[in-house]
Protein backbone atom coordinates (compact mmCIF):
# COMPACT_ATOMS: atom_id res chain seq x y z
CA UNK A 1 0.00 0.00 0.00
CA UNK A 2 1.58 3.46 -0.80
CA UNK A 3 1.17 6.11 1.84
CA UNK A 4 2.47 9.90 1.81
CA UNK A 5 2.73 10.99 5.44
CA UNK A 6 3.50 14.35 6.91
CA UNK A 7 4.53 15.18 9.85
CA UNK A 8 6.18 18.28 11.45
CA UNK A 9 2.88 20.79 11.73
CA UNK A 10 1.89 22.49 15.05
CA UNK A 11 1.11 25.78 16.04
CA UNK A 12 3.88 28.66 15.92
CA UNK A 13 3.72 32.57 16.54
CA UNK A 14 4.36 34.80 13.73
CA UNK A 15 8.11 35.01 12.51
CA UNK A 16 8.62 31.37 13.33
CA UNK A 17 9.41 28.06 11.66
CA UNK A 18 8.50 24.79 11.28
CA UNK A 19 9.78 22.23 9.24
CA UNK A 20 7.48 19.22 7.89
CA UNK A 21 8.27 16.29 6.45
CA UNK A 22 6.44 13.62 3.80
CA UNK A 23 7.55 10.32 4.05
CA UNK A 24 6.88 7.60 1.70
CA UNK A 25 6.09 4.33 1.92
CA UNK A 26 5.17 1.00 -0.06
CA UNK A 27 7.20 2.12 -3.15
CA UNK A 28 10.12 4.49 -3.81
CA UNK A 29 9.40 7.75 -5.68
CA UNK A 30 12.88 8.67 -6.20
CA UNK A 31 12.02 9.25 -10.32
CA UNK A 32 8.84 11.16 -9.35
CA UNK A 33 8.77 15.00 -8.54
CA UNK A 34 7.03 15.96 -5.34
CA UNK A 35 4.80 18.86 -4.07
CA UNK A 36 3.64 20.33 -1.25
CA UNK A 37 -0.03 22.00 -1.54
CA UNK A 38 -2.04 23.80 1.47
CA UNK A 39 -5.63 24.08 1.70
CA UNK A 40 -7.94 26.62 4.13
CA UNK A 41 -11.49 25.63 5.17
CA UNK A 42 -13.88 26.48 1.76
CA UNK A 43 -10.85 27.34 -0.64
CA UNK A 44 -9.23 24.79 -3.20
CA UNK A 45 -5.85 23.54 -2.67
CA UNK A 46 -3.59 25.80 -3.04
CA UNK A 47 -0.05 25.05 -4.83
CA UNK A 48 2.79 25.70 -2.32
CA UNK A 49 6.30 24.42 -3.69
CA UNK A 50 7.63 21.35 -5.70
CA UNK A 51 10.73 19.74 -6.23
CA UNK A 52 11.97 17.72 -9.64
CA UNK A 53 13.17 14.14 -9.00
CA UNK A 54 16.60 14.85 -8.51
CA UNK A 55 16.24 18.38 -6.32
CA UNK A 56 18.26 20.26 -8.34
CA UNK A 57 15.12 21.89 -9.66
CA UNK A 58 12.65 23.68 -7.32
CA UNK A 59 9.51 26.03 -7.90
CA UNK A 60 7.74 27.91 -5.76
CA UNK A 61 4.13 29.84 -5.37
CA UNK A 62 4.56 33.94 -4.97
CA UNK A 63 3.41 34.15 -1.80
CA UNK A 64 6.33 31.61 -0.30
CA UNK A 65 9.51 32.31 -2.09
CA UNK A 66 11.82 33.33 -0.10
CA UNK A 67 10.36 32.11 2.95
CA UNK A 68 9.66 28.27 2.19
CA UNK A 69 12.42 25.87 1.34
CA UNK A 70 11.09 22.37 -0.50
CA UNK A 71 14.13 19.55 -0.20
CA UNK A 72 14.19 16.00 -0.72
CA UNK A 73 16.36 12.59 0.67
CA UNK A 74 16.04 10.18 -1.80
CA UNK A 75 17.28 7.57 0.20
CA UNK A 76 15.05 8.19 2.66
CA UNK A 77 12.34 8.28 0.30
CA UNK A 78 11.39 11.67 1.91
CA UNK A 79 10.45 15.70 1.41
CA UNK A 80 10.63 18.06 3.96
CA UNK A 81 9.55 21.77 3.70
CA UNK A 82 11.54 24.22 6.02
CA UNK A 83 9.11 27.19 6.60
CA UNK A 84 10.41 30.32 7.81
CA UNK A 85 8.93 33.86 8.49
CA UNK A 86 5.64 32.10 9.09
CA UNK A 87 2.46 34.52 8.69
CA UNK A 88 -1.18 34.06 9.93
CA UNK A 89 -2.15 33.86 6.20
CA UNK A 90 -0.09 30.48 6.17
CA UNK A 91 -2.27 28.79 8.42
CA UNK A 92 -3.62 25.60 6.56
CA UNK A 93 -3.83 21.92 6.35
CA UNK A 94 -0.36 21.21 4.14
CA UNK A 95 -0.01 17.89 2.32
CA UNK A 96 2.41 16.64 0.19
CA UNK A 97 1.86 14.94 -3.09
CA UNK A 98 3.91 12.50 -5.53
CA UNK A 99 3.48 13.71 -9.67
CA UNK A 100 2.91 11.39 -12.02
CA UNK A 101 6.12 11.89 -14.03
CA UNK A 102 9.67 13.43 -13.04
CA UNK A 103 9.59 17.17 -13.68
CA UNK A 104 7.79 20.19 -11.60
CA UNK A 105 3.73 20.65 -11.47
CA UNK A 106 2.09 23.27 -10.14
CA UNK A 107 -1.41 21.73 -10.38
CA UNK A 108 -3.63 19.46 -8.56
CA UNK A 109 -4.59 16.89 -10.89
CA UNK A 110 -1.08 16.43 -11.73
CA UNK A 111 -0.64 14.47 -8.80
CA UNK A 112 -1.00 10.50 -7.73
CA UNK A 113 -1.04 10.12 -4.82
CA UNK A 114 -1.49 12.50 -1.63
CA UNK A 115 -0.90 12.39 2.19
CA UNK A 116 -3.39 12.78 4.66
CA UNK A 117 -2.41 16.04 5.83
CA UNK A 118 -0.84 17.63 8.55
CA UNK A 119 -2.23 21.28 10.37
CA UNK A 120 -0.04 24.43 10.89
CA UNK A 121 -1.47 27.30 12.40
CA UNK A 122 0.34 30.56 12.60
CA UNK A 123 -0.83 33.11 15.91
CA UNK A 124 -0.39 36.78 15.46
Known amino acids: QVQLVESGGGLVQAGGSLKLSCAASGRTFTANAMGWFRQTPGKERDFVAAINWNGRSTYYADSVKGRFTISRDNAKNTVYLQMNSLKPEDTAIYYC?????????????????WGQGTQVTVSS
Open 97 to 113: AARRGSGLGSQPGQHEY
